[in-house]
């Protein structure tokens, strides 16, 4: 009955950028970039990865809220 | 060591700022595109960063490496759930005025006693903290100062962010007014703590390594120092545990709840602090280890707690010394302050006032403002006697860290919020009883007897997890959350919801309120009498009033639906005052329940429908297939051409479509919400009597309308209770859950004959009772019968006509040929005989059988007329007529017409004298055949005359409009009662004696105007007069005629008498 949705809610979004940032954070993927010859920076230089899921993350759900105002 | 001087004047000088700050910010003398910035409420969200970021993470740094940043990295991830989490909850806390934490979980696991223990271990778990800041505070003192005035700038940084937080955090009688003054007080400490911290890093950065490749090339030269960094971060146990508590934090610490929901920020704002809170979160973690480094060289053996402070020091940098100690005192004030407003209003709302609500039956609002002051005052107080008491030792995350783990007790008890409506108060309970007992054993008893060793062994514990190197946070956490956790599903599985909480969810999960919980109507005054018990009498009265100004509602003109969302706008603003708790107490004291419960049930279909109108566009999956349905039943609703008006089981209109609106003229949105007998008269009345019966049925009403009488066939079906919110019966397919009087077309035959105006008679067929389980409301089904009742009466009419038409001919036929010998025979008589009194006697016979004869004629006239009705024969001697006449026809003007049938009707000087006036325009030409309209006039001028009085009046007037000319003729006499007007186009049918009138002159007249396509109709009034106008079809305009324009206004008057 619904037409095919042409982009992922902001929820869903949000639940890809959770998992992709505890994937980096909490599994041991995190050995990757928390080693000692990668050096202290990659970490921010991570960390600034998150800050743009997080922008992603909230472009979505303004462009959401504007397409779908709920109150 | 400086001197102290500088230190208490920088810190003085700060607080200054601070309060000018917000007082200029609370008079608007600030911007408002500052005070109301996106940027201004992401700084205000960086009290986050406390003592413990600003001195202390330098330390963290030290023991455990780079698991300092999980602390920061925790709120990063709960920032990427800002559209799961932060939203959801920013929206539940708008919209139900959530305050505090303690109303927040009080409201999704009811119960005063949620709201009691969140107060009781929120207190318990931050006053430590707030110790912790005083402590950070004069330990950074210690680092540059003399040990003399230190307690004296304890006392005084404490005394002014008392006075700050009364000031400025406690300005509103509600906690969820925003505090624009508090708000850019806050951003502006965060910016100078970045703005110090950053200054403290470049200057380890440039001043002691002297760039970035001299510290690159110090790691080189030091590989066990990024060893150090890095190590703790294999372990994991440690770093996952940090990023789980911080993820919590971030919005469940008094704090940050107060500033991120609580102020009542848009979305907008909420979803720049998305990005901007994390990058701030960077931006201060980012001079760490820099300084950490940089203090390992040049001030080895100081404690790292205060190397941000001790560096600068140790350079001889003392302007950059002074600015860490602002950043410092910024980054302790700051969370002091929000913390003990959030911490009063928790205090208030959850254990105060439970107990004692009675206090604000005098003067509410002013007591409600200084017994939040009061407690803001009392949280720093107790802050200050802790640090006092020095009962706390060890590294200076460590309060934060406890208090950490504790408000992590709260997030099994939020996912049931935001995602498991299955989720129990009960649960939630004995999860938080059983965390906090386990937080206290190995969290906070450790806190205090640090020095005296643990009573649990923490090695141990850690070993039993399978940790190599136990810190402070890790067991606390494991086990806490674990239990807590456990026990939250174990318990919400087997303990069953109560009605209360099953709302909540509801409500919760964004799923409005429950079909069978919405709030039932309450009036205006009910609602103030039961907030006066609670708040007196004033304050009742304006909280009443102040709902129902935001409704846009006049308070004298409530309807049902108007009283629930007035009822449940107090309830919010109340639970904004004084927690949801003691709002729906204060609601529900002395409402009896169940009273009123069949028009809530009527609400409830109503309050579905407005928030489903509203909210068609966002739901998704099987809720938007269904509204589809819903939409297109809607509109097949609102189309169909009858009347359809549903009530609900307190007979209060639910449905009123678009051809019920057209009926009686009263808008769907003037009706729906009313009790039937309320709509506007006459429909409220004359539907509430049928509304009344309980049996299903048919009736037929009539209604006297402003615009006239109308007729309505009414089908009354009742509802089963089932088909309503909360009903337990369940549809089955074929089986609707209405029963219907046996359908509109099985009864419609049935009617009985209009009942009298204003009265309802059960005329048709009544249906069998109601169905079992109802009553759920009724359907009242209106057909408008007016239209087709006059079209019928007008059938009627021309039938009998016709009828007594051919009766005519037929009687003329056979008295005509009798009468012709008759009359022959008494002419032969009379010439024949030579007696005189023979003669005169055959005369007589002649005179009275032309009479006859004459009588006979006007019955053939009629019968050839009065056949041009309806049906078979009738209807083709009808067309011949009217070829007939059509043969006759040409432009005849009506003025003369007139003149001719005045002079005829003057001829009989008998008659009674009246003045007769011919107003119509000369130029006035209708088509007709000139002796039929004559005879016409003349018929409607003798009933004139004869209805006037000696010496009265007779005018005939005329006026063109479109297509047709309208002539009336108007007498001044005794007119015709009511109930005879129908019936005096009849033939036979007179009002005059018996020998005056045959009761064919206005049956002829009647014929006459319709053979001629025209219309005739009577206006009468008894003791005033009569009105009898004709329309006949106007002459299209010949060459000769000046056109219509050209035509005057009245012609001259001819009198005759």
């Not at chain 2, 009896?592 to 966002?618: H, K, N, T, W, Y």
Request: charged residues 15%.
């Amino acid at each position: 009955m619904g037409a095919l949705r042409e982009r992922n809610s902001a929820a869903e979004i949000s639940t890809i950028a959770l998992g992709i940032g505890v994937l980096f954070l909490v599994t041991p993927v995190r050995l990757v970039w928390a080693r000692a010859e990668v050096g202290w920076g990659v970490a921010f230089g991570v960390w600034l990865g998150l800050v743009g899921l997080a922008v992603w993350c909230a472009r979505a759900t303004r462009r959401e809220m504007r397409e779908r105002p709920e109150r | 060591m400086t001197s102290d001087a500088p230190l208490l004047a920088a810190a003085l000088g700060y607080m200054a700022t601070l309060f000018l700050l917000a007082h200029a910010a609370e008079r608007g003398r600030l911007p408002t595109a500052l005070s109301r910035h996106p940027v201004t409420y992401v700084f205000s969200l960086g009290i986050y960063a406390s003592s413990w970021t600003y001195f202390g993470s330098v330390g963290v740094a030290e023991q455990y490496g780079l698991t300092f940043i999980a602390v920061a990295l925790g709120p990063t991830l709960a920032c990427l759930a800002i559209p799961v989490v932060w939203l959801p909850l920013l929206r539940l806390v708008r919209q139900y005025q959530l305050g505090t934490l303690a109303d927040l979980f009080a409201f999704r696991y009811p119960g005063r006693l949620t709201g009691a223990a969140v107060a009781v271990f929120a207190l318990v778990a931050s006053v430590p903290y707030l110790a912790q800041q005083i402590r950070g505070v004069v330990s950074s003192a210690r680092t540059l100062a003399s040990e003399q005035s230190i307690p004296t700038l304890a006392l005084q940084v404490t005394g002014l962010l008392a006075l700050f937080a009364v000031l400025f955090g406690a300005r509103h009688v509600s906690p969820r007014e925003r505090h624009a003054g508090l708000a850019v007080a806050m951003a502006f400490a965060s910016l100078v703590k970045v703005v110090a911290l950053l200054a403290v890093g470049a200057f380890a950065l440039w001043g002691v390594f002297g760039g970035v490749s001299g510290l690159v090339q110090w790691q080189e030269a030091h590989p066990e120092a990024m060893r150090a960094v890095f190590t703790p971060l294999e372990e994991g146990t440690s770093w996952g545990s940090l990023i789980l508590l911080s993820f919590g934090a971030a919005f469940l610490l008094p704090r940050q709840y107060h500033v991120a929901f609580a102020e009542g920020p848009p979305d907008r704002w909420l979803l720049s602090a998305g990005w901007g809170f994390p990058l701030y979160l960077l931006l201060i973690n980012l001079p760490i280890l820099p300084i950490l480094w940089a203090g390992q060289q040049v001030a080895p053996g100081v404690s790292a707690d205060v190397l941000v402070l001790a560096l600068p020091h140790a350079m001889g940098a003392a302007w950059l010394s002074l600015l860490g100690f602002v950043g410092g005192i910024a980054a302790a004030s700051a969370m002091v302050i929000v913390t003990t407003i959030a911490l009063a209003s928790m205090t208030l709302n959850s254990l105060v006032l439970p107990a004692r609500i009675e206090v604000l039956r005098h003067d509410a609002y002013a007591r409600l403002l200084w017994l939040r002051r009061a407690l803001i005052a009392a949280i720093v107080v107790a802050g200050y006697g802790l640090y006092l008491l020095e009962a706390q030792t060890g590294p200076l995350v460590q309060p934060g860290l406890v208090s950490f783990v504790a408000f992590g007790q709260f997030l099994p008890g939020l996912f049931g919020l935001l995602f498991w409506q299955r989720a129990t108060r009960a649960g939630f309970l004995a999860g938080l009883g059983a965390g906090v007992l386990v937080w206290m054993a190995t969290a906070m008893l450790p806190l205090f007897a640090l020095s005296e060793g643990t009573p649990i062994d923490m090695a141990v514990l850690a070993a039993g997890l399978g940790m190599r190197s136990p810190d402070l946070w890790t067991v606390p956490t494991v086990v806490s959350l674990s239990i807590n956790g456990l026990l939250f599903a174990v318990v919400s599985l087997f303990t069953r919801q109560s009605a209360a909480e099953v709302e909540a969810a509801r409500r919760c999960a964004d799923r409005g309120s429950a079909p069978v919980e919405v709030a039932p109507a309450t009036s205006a005054e009910a609602l103030t009498g039961r907030l006066a018990w609670a708040l007196g009498q004033e304050a009742a009265q304006k909280e009443v009033e102040r709902a129902v100004e935001a409704l846009g509602v006049d308070r004298g003109d409530l309807r049902p639906a108007e009283q629930r969302q007035l009822r449940e706008l107090v309830e919010r603003n109340l639970s904004g005052l004084i927690g949801p708790v003691l709002a729906r107490m204060v609601i529900n004291h002395g409402a009896s329940a169940g009273s009123d419960e069949d028009a809530a049930l009527a609400d409830q279909i109503r309050f579905l429908e407005e928030r489903l109108g509203q909210r068609s566009g966002v739901l998704q999956g099987t809720a938007a297939q269904l509204d589809v349905l819903r939409r297109y039943l809607r509109s097949v609703l609102e189309g169909l051409p009858l009347g359809v008006c549903a009530l609900g089981p307190d007979r209060s209109v639910i449905l009123w479509n678009r051809a019920l609106a057209v009926v009686t003229g009263v808008p769907g949105e003037d009706a729906v919400g009313l009790s039937i007998g309320e709509v506007p008269a006459p429909w409220g009345e004359a539907l509430g009597k049928l509304a009344q019966e309980e049996q299903q049925g048919v009736d037929q009403i009539t209604v006297r309308a402003r615009e006239g009488q109308r007729s309505l066939r009414v089908h009354r079906a009742e509802l089963e209770r089932s088909a309503l919110p909360g009903g337990a019966g369940t549809e089955t397919a074929g089986t609707p859950n209405v029963t219907g009087a046996g359908g509109i077309a099985s009864t419609a035959g049935t009617a009985g004959p209009a009942g009298t105006a204003g009265t309802a008679g059960t005329a048709g067929t009544a249906g069998t009772a109601g169905p079992a389980g109802g009553s759920g409301g009724m359907v009242l089904l209106v057909e408008d019968l007016t239209e087709r009742e006059a079209l019928q009466a007008q059938l009627i009419h021309h039938d009998r006509l016709a009828s007594m038409g051919r009766l005519a001919a037929g009687m003329a036929h056979e008295i005509g040929n009798p009468l012709t010998g008759i009359t022959c025979l008494a002419q032969n008589l009379e010439e024949e005989t030579d007696t005189p009194d023979v003669r005169d006697r055959a005369r007589m016979i002649v005179e009275q059988a032309l009479r006859i004869s004459a009588i006979v004629g006007s019955l053939k006239t009629f019968s050839q007329a009065g056949s041009a009705g309806s049906g078979g024969r009738a209807r083709q001697a009808g067309v011949a007529d009217e070829q007939r006449v059509a043969a006759r026809v040409g432009r005849v003007p009506l003025g003369a017409v007139v003149d001719d049938a005045m002079r005829f009707v003057a001829l009989d000087r008998m008659a009674r004298k009246v003045t007769m006036e011919n107003l119509c325009p000369e130029d006035l030409v209708v088509l007709g055949e000139r002796r039929q309209l004559t005879q016409v006039f003349v018929n409607l001028l003798l009933n004139a005359r004869d209805a006037s009085s000696v010496r009265g009046q007779v005018i005939v007037t005329a006026q063109a409009s479109g297509e047709t000319a309208t002539a009336s003729v108007i007498d001044h006499g005794a007119g015709i009662p009511p109930d005879l007007v129908g019936r005096v186009f009849e033939p036979f049918f007179t009002t005059k004696a018996p020998a005056e009138g045959t009761g064919l002159g206005l049956s002829l007249v009647y014929s006459i105007v319709r053979e001629h396509g025209g219309e005739v109709e009577i206006e009468s009034q008894e003791g005033i007069g009569t009105t009898v106008s004709v329309r006949l079809p106007l002459a299209p305009p010949s060459k000769e005629d000046p056109g219509p324009s050209a035509w005057p206004a009245s012609s001259s008057s001819k009198t005759s008498s």
